[in-house]
């Protein structure tokens, strides 16, 4: 086991009819609120008129902030901004999957500072403080609800960057299961991969056999969030898969798997990151297209990790290591293609010709994350086992 | 699943050479220090050097209180809570274990209150203050390190009662497994034996199967613990089975595994903390001792989740439900007994005889935990299965 620091401070409140509490949740950290969501669902399934609701009887003034998209931009968070500091309000309120919570902590950070936003996205500058933030989470997948971490795409150039601090980690999150019951099984399936491709990116990281118990956490919460996935595309409206599967995803990216792996390197995200950047595609269905493909890549150097993977997920009994690999690599794909997450560029409507203009995207971001053994070459391989 | 709320705010600090850290961590709290310790044992492995080093390095004032002994007493802390005042101490440092650690919340709030210190522990007040509490942890068992409990012995009727509040969760713990090298393979056996019951007595609480997640993690963490037991009894030095271990250790009872299993009764702790009130023994090795019986007395109700504990942890096959939870129960008392820890009253040195005193002494207990189906009747007949 590596060396590690964990500090999670985010309470979490959890479970149904737990959206009454959100009110009083705010008041603690101030008594002006922008609320922050997205296209407007929240207005259909009743979320909305629940939030208000517990926000004015907590005596918490609301101003409000809509229309974030599935990938958010830059330019619409400055405009968050804006509101924000017209208004002075001394709180952010995100309700929403991680588009919204990812554009409430960037509009939390440009509320307090003077300089380019954009700025903290390529590390040029530490964020140093920003508005207390808290959410109400309706999509379960980022697990941003309880991590310090957010993802912001600029139009310009299409890069889509993060940043990660303390002072953006969420105060409370609520977390009520029945707000997953109208998420479509198209993106209940993307949650689903978003969650597990977290984890494995730190599994996989890890070095071989070192952290036996990060190992059996990993293994464990991702068979739990498979069989999950396949009773709520059977029942959207199953109460226990539902919150079984949104707590799994909060656990499965909230530092808990990844603390005493070492340096989590995470470049199939940052190659995803660079898909959803230039195409039209969600996040989830862009990291089932290119996880198999980076396992493909990384196999050699990690065989026995991930034949343990192969066995203790999909039961994989072959005693040759790099059969065991491959048929993992394979098991994972078919589970993805059940589950109606693509498995290649094309079933992605991606151009497979448009390799080179996705590396040359995806290796700016590694030069921002240090990971230097990512060149353009390397990205192009991987992507060609994405075909 | 049921509701919850999560919150552990505590920072840990992990791996070899972390405890030149605490110096710093506890600057950030205060600057005049009551470093609460043991027997002396930290003085003889080096660990003692290390933190005065580093409180001093941080200009961090020193006031010593030694002697905490295993199940510690209220008489001992009060005469802490008088030093903690007359030295104005702002900020208390636990070097130790389980009783270590206790003793420093118990002084924690004991410092900044009026009331009598037991009014606490019999729950006649509420803890609305306390200095914070740090820790450099030395024994992984009780998890205390990272959660808001305490528990101690009054002399006066041998009553062993705990505390509870956020006031005493510590702000930041360091946790250097190499501070474990020098436990003997008695209490390495005993810490296990109390993660393990720890997490058993939220996984059995539990109803049937309606928690996953959580089974999922305490099957995962007490295969690792007992796996990390046995290299441990064979080489003390092994640094990935002590890190492994002190990492479970902690993960086993700061409430992650019992996130959303409804309330935990513990009658297991309830009843051992009798014997140790009672009697010259440690508290792993009551809980050994008391597990198997309480099993064994509340198999009928629980007999779905008993077999599966017997299937996933012991492999057992048997397709009859009752047969395969007996053969559960004896696989663990089997392994307790591998490992060195007791498993019957006889074999703690506990009068078969003293039944009665016992189940008296525990039903006062489950009168202020509010465990009402736990009467001097029902303690008794499980405190027979102990023979």
């Given at each position: 086991?590596?060396?590690?620091?964990?500090?999670?401070?985010?309470?979490?409140?959890?479970?149904?009819?737990?959206i009454a509490t959100i009110g009083s949740e705010t008041r603690?950290?101030g008594t002006k609120v922008l609320l922050?969501?997205?296209?407007?669902?929240i207005k259909?399934?009743r979320i909305y008129d629940q939030v208000v609701a517990s926000l004015r009887a907590a005596e918490v003034e609301i101003v409000e902030?809509?229309?974030?998209?599935?990938?958010?931009?830059?330019?619409?968070?400055?405009?968050?901004?804006?509101?924000?500091?017209?208004?002075?309000v001394?709180v952010?309120l995100?309700v929403?999957?991680?588009?919204?919570?990812?554009?409430?902590?960037?509009?939390?950070?440009?509320?307090?500072?003077?300089?380019?936003?954009?700025?903290?996205?390529?590390?040029?500058?530490?964020?140093?403080?920003?508005?207390?933030?808290l959410?109400v989470?309706?999509?379960?997948?980022?697990?941003?609800?309880?991590?310090?971490?957010?993802?912001?795409?600029?139009?310009?150039?299409?890069?889509?960057?993060?940043?990660?601090?303390?002072?953006?980690?969420?105060?409370?999150?609520v977390?009520?299961?029945?707000?997953?019951?109208?998420?479509?099984?198209?993106?209940?399936?993307?949650?689903?991969?978003?969650?597990?491709?977290?984890?494995?990116?730190?599994?996989?990281?890890?070095?071989?056999?070192?952290?036996?118990?990060?190992?059996?956490?990993?293994?464990?919460?991702?068979?739990?969030?498979?069989?999950?996935?396949?009773?709520?595309?059977?029942?959207?409206?199953?109460?226990?898969?539902?919150?079984?599967?949104?707590?799994?995803?909060?656990?499965?990216?909230?530092?808990?798997?990844?603390?005493?792996?070492?340096?989590?390197?995470?470049?199939?995200?940052?190659?995803?990151?660079?898909?959803?950047?230039?195409?039209?595609?969600?996040?989830?269905?862009?990291?089932?297209?290119?996880?198999?493909?980076?396992?493909?890549?990384?196999?050699?150097?990690?065989?026995?990790?991930?034949?343990?993977?192969?066995?203790?997920?999909?039961?994989?009994?072959?005693?040759?290591?790099?059969?065991?690999?491959?048929?993992?690599?394979?098991?994972?794909?078919?589970?993805?293609?059940?589950?109606?997450?693509?498995?290649?560029?094309?079933?992605?409507?991606?151009?497979?010709?448009?390799?080179?203009?996705?590396?040359?995207?995806?290796?700016?971001?590694?030069?921002?994350?240090?990971?230097?053994?990512?060149?353009?070459?390397?990205?192009?391989?991987?992507?060609?086992?994405?075909?």
């Amino acid at each position: 086991m590596q060396n590690f620091i964990f500090e999670n401070p985010t309470k979490i409140v959890f479970g149904e009819g737990t959206i009454a509490t959100i009110g009083s949740e705010t008041r603690r950290f101030g008594t002006k609120v922008l609320l922050v969501y997205g296209g407007g669902s929240i207005k259909q399934n009743r979320i909305y008129d629940q939030v208000v609701a517990s926000l004015r009887a907590a005596e918490v003034e609301i101003v409000e902030f809509s229309g974030v998209q599935p990938n958010p931009v830059l330019s619409h968070a400055q405009r968050g901004v804006e509101i924000a500091r017209r208004e002075k309000v001394d709180v952010i309120l995100a309700v929403g999957g991680g588009s919204v919570i990812d554009t409430a902590k960037t509009i939390a950070v440009g509320a307090v500072t003077n300089r380019d936003l954009w700025d903290f996205f390529t590390r040029a500058a530490m964020i140093e403080a920003a508005l207390p933030v808290l959410t109400v989470l309706t999509v379960a997948a980022s697990a941003s609800e309880m991590n310090p971490a957010a993802v912001i795409t600029r139009e310009e150039g299409s890069q889509k960057f993060s940043i990660r601090s303390p002072h953006i980690q969420p105060k409370t999150s609520v977390l009520d299961p029945t707000t997953l019951y109208t998420l479509s099984a198209t993106y209940s399936a993307y949650s689903s991969v978003d969650a597990i491709t977290h984890m494995l990116e730190g599994y996989f990281n890890n070095e071989e056999v070192n952290s036996p118990l990060q190992d059996t956490l990993v293994e464990g919460i991702t068979r739990v969030i498979m069989e999950s996935t396949a009773v709520i595309l059977d029942n959207p409206t199953d109460y226990k898969a539902r919150a079984t599967m949104m707590w799994s995803a909060t656990l499965a990216f909230n530092g808990l798997t990844t603390a005493g792996v070492g340096k989590v390197e995470l470049p199939v995200h940052m190659i995803e990151h660079s898909l959803s950047a230039l195409y039209d595609i969600a996040h989830g269905a862009g990291l089932s297209i290119i996880l198999p493909g980076w396992m493909r890549y990384a196999a050699d150097g990690k065989q026995a990790k991930m034949a343990r993977f192969a066995r203790r997920i999909f039961g994989v009994v072959d005693i040759d290591e790099g059969q065991a690999v491959m048929k993992g690599i394979e098991g994972l794909k078919y589970w993805f293609a059940s589950i109606g997450s693509p498995t290649s560029l094309g079933e992605g409507n991606i151009p497979e010709n448009d390799i080179d203009r996705i590396a040359a995207n995806a290796s700016v971001l590694a030069g921002v994350w240090g990971l230097e053994a990512y060149t353009k070459d390397v990205i192009r391989r991987i992507l060609r086992f994405c075909i």
